[in-house]
């Protein structure tokens, strides 16, 4: 069977995790007038993965992937339908040799369609590997997650080979997403912003993981 990934943008069926943001009025408008001056940097949001479980005979690898608002004002955060990460193949320039990150949801919420099995995820190891060997339909599905002052938004991910004919190679598998953020509510008069978040798995030779991330870059979104 010919190998392939393949990402399917079903639109921006936005999905809202969170509550409303206020009315207006004259409270509301201090608000603003606070929001207008707190720029969002690298410093207003913490970023964190971390590893849950290594891989072993009895059950695959699992990570944890965090981001926390550290800025004095709500943010909302316009993302996929796994928040704060929603990007679940490692890079690579083929489906050989890769890592993908099943999120910990349930079948009807998961972005990941499987092509020919209805759920291919392995409930054992196979010759002491875990991996998925069907090809996956990513669906691009947006969702809007609102974060106040200190709130955090996280993800479990199981993690497995992805294509792969043997055991995933030890080495490392780097991982990349890009969300865009609001300051207080996405409008006219609200900056859009851009976070790229980034990651790497390292894989060593007993199977077991470690992980680098770095701190998540924040740019003014392009028109």
Same mark, same amino acid.
């Given at each position: ?94 489906? +050989?040799?890769?890592?993908? *990150?099943?999120? #910990?949801? %349930? ?5 990941? @369609?499987?092509?020919?099995? =209805? ?78 978040? +980034?990651?790497?798995?390292? *894989?060593?030779? #007993?199977? %077991? ?5 770095? @701190?998540?870059?924040?740019? =003014?979104?392009?028109?």
């Amino acid at each position: 069977m010919h190998r392939r990934t393949i990402l399917s943008s079903i639109g921006v069926g936005t999905l809202s995790l969170a509550g409303c943001v206020g009315s207006p009025g004259s409270d509301d408008s201090n608000e603003s007038a606070n929001q207008a001056q707190e720029s969002i940097t690298t410093k207003g949001l913490t970023f964190d993965v971390s590893i849950e479980e290594h891989f072993t005979e009895t059950h695959t690898a699992r990570i944890h992937v965090t981001l926390k608002n550290t800025l004095e004002t709500q943010v909302i955060l316009s993302t996929g339908a796994t928040p704060p990460f929603t990007s679940y193949l490692s890079g690579s320039q083929s489906d +050989e040799n890769r890592l993908i *990150l099943v999120p #910990d949801v %349930s079948e009807d919420e998961s972005p990941l @369609d499987w092509i020919g099995e =209805t759920n291919p995820i392995p409930t054992s190891a196979e010759n002491g590997c875990w991996n998925v060997t069907q090809d996956v339909e990513i669906n691009d599905i947006g969702a809007e997650i609102q974060l106040n002052q200190g709130e955090i938004s996280g993800q479990q991910f199981d993690v497995y080979g992805y294509q792969n004919d043997s055991c995933p190679s030890t080495g490392a598998y780097q991982f990349e997403d890009t969300l865009r953020i609001f300051r207080g509510s996405p409008s006219d008069d609200n900056s859009e912003h851009e976070v790229a978040l +980034e990651f790497t798995i390292t *894989l060593q030779d #007993d199977q %077991s993981l470690s992980v680098e991330k770095d @701190d998540p870059a924040v740019t =003014t979104a392009e028109d």
